[in-house]
Nanobody, 121 residues
Framework: QVQLVESGGGLVQAGGSLRLSCAAS????????MGWFRQAPGKERELVAH???????NYADSVKGRFTISRDNAKNTVYLQMNSLKPEDTAVYYC???????????????WGQGTQVTVSS
């Protein structure tokens, strides 16, 4: 069992940056692939970044070159550095554990409660 708690969301102007954190419980964090998702009102949940247990990363085309996912296994934490933010990045951001970039949300077993990111124009 893994429990996930996100933090770091907030209100930022377009062009600004935020760093989201996701703290995980459990001694097996390092063995899990981790993902960051987002969901805007009226839209489906979207996988924006993924990192394997070995540190390989994948990104949605919409965030490539602007977002960076990383993990610190000693701290049981995964991060999402978001730069050059745009109003269309506004969403609730969720971290999740245990799934595949290619199989999306249905492949993830554990979810956090989400943190709101709002980008003003």
């Amino acid at each position: 069992q893994v429990q996930l708690v996100e933090s770091g969301g907030g209100l930022v102007q377009a062009g600004g940056s935020l760093r989201l954190s996701c703290a995980a419980s459990g001694r097996t964090f390092g063995s899990y692939a981790m993902g960051w998702f987002r969901q805007a009102p009226g839209k489906e949940r979207e996988l924006v970044a993924h990192i394997t247990s070995g540190g390989s990363t994948n990104y949605a085309d919409s965030v490539k070159g602007r977002f960076t996912i990383s993990r610190d296994n000693a701290k049981n934490t995964v991060y999402l550095q978001m730069n050059s933010l745009k109003p269309e990045d506004t969403a609730v951001y969720y971290c999740a554990a245990g799934g595949s970039f290619y199989y999306g949300a249905r492949s993830f077993n554990y979810w956090g409660q989400g943190t709101q990111v709002t980008v003003s124009s």
